[in-house]
């Protein structure tokens, strides 16, 4: 019923595991969960966003995805990360708009801090709880 993938970071990475899961799985509904650094320093460590899409209970804020960690641009609050919106536009050749989502766990400043893989683990674990209604 549900398929766990830890796709890596990145666009390879992302375009690659998910071809696989969508050419050799029936998925009915897909889920991104991952890190995202914000421009926002008013925005706490460890706030969950959904950024594809209004959702009851989970604020909205834009996405944008980079090829490379990204320092604050003063393009005013965003989130960045690095696979986002590749799996949304592979997930829409597959699947109907209301059926992916996207959300991302605020884990840095746009720092150049490198977080150990226990506090990634952590915040995700942390917010689990939020988007199990959405699975």
């Known amino acids: 019923k549900l398929i766990v993938v830890v796709g890596g970071i990145g666009e390879a990475n992302t375009k690659k595991n998910l071809e696989y899961i969508y050419t050799y799985f029936d998925i009915s509904k897909a889920i991104n969960l991952g890190i995202a650094g914000s421009s926002d320093k008013n925005i706490a460590i460890g706030e969950l966003f959904c950024t594809n899409r209004t959702l009851v209970g989970i604020e909205t804020i834009m996405l944008q995805t980079v090829a490379l960690p990204q320092i604050d641009s003063g393009k005013g609050t965003i989130l ?11 997930s829409h050749n597959y699947l109907k708009e209301e059926d992916i989502f996207i959300f991302k766990v605020v ?10 893989k226990d506090q990634v683990k952590k915040l995700i674990l942390d917010n689990l709880g939020k988007i199990e209604q959405w699975n």
Not at 80 to 90: K, S
Not at 107 to 116: C, E
């Open 107 to 116: 884990s840095d400043h746009l720092d150049d801090t490198i977080l150990p």
């Open 80 to 90: 960045y990360d690095m696979e986002g919106e590749h799996f949304l536009a592979i």
